[in-house]
């Protein structure tokens, strides 16, 4: 007969499962947020943000998702690289401080797409401008943010610079544009770097989460044609 805690791991599984399968929802997906599984572990998820307004603007962050081994009565973590400078960022683990949106996790209440959604909403104008103090992780940044927005906003567009860079984008070494959370993991919960939780996170030279190709010209000029269809068309012309 399996034990209580194989059970709980077979239910966690299912319910992790389903809500990925969930993100082919239009509305369960924010719009330039993409999601990929964890080849090794059922408990890590790999995303990337296209960040497209706020101070933040033309960034592309990659972040993990990784669900606890108490999961769902606890909340997930989400980590991004530590190069992120924002005010819920951890500057040290590079773990998302979610306690201003979810102090307690509540099965069948709170749902991944719900963390997804924050983590959108928190590289807005609006959300930041409402942030206060005890609600953050990285005090210096968000000081700036309220009374050096000038420095704050080079410091942001650091950030944007260092996650559009080639050496970030296209690295295939679990560099710094990869979140790693065996940082914080090893902080909080020693033993589940071992094991199921955080296994493939802590595998840090082996870029473990969604890589980007570098394309040529050639490539590239297909790609927009697929996407937008041929010039030659839109003039009147034939398409060979």
Known sequence: MPSRQQLQLEFAQRDISFQYAQLCLASNCPLGIYVQLDDDDTHLWHCVIFVSNGPFHGGIFRFDIVFPPTYPTSTPQVYFPPTLLHPLVDPDSGRLLLASRFQAWKPRVNFVTHVLHFVKEVFTEEFLQGLRERAVANTEVWRMFRSHR????????????????????????????????????????????????????ARVDDANGILFTKLDDDEMARLRGEIFGDEKEDEGEPSV
């Open 150 to 201: 000038g420095l704050f906003n080079k410091l942001a567009l650091q950030s944007v610079a260092l996650s559009t860079a080639p050496s970030s984008l296209y690295d295939v070494s679990g560099g710094s544009g990869f979140p790693n959370p065996s940082i914080g993991l090893n902080r909080v919960q020693p033993r589940s770097v071992e094991g199921k939780v955080g296994r493939g996170a």
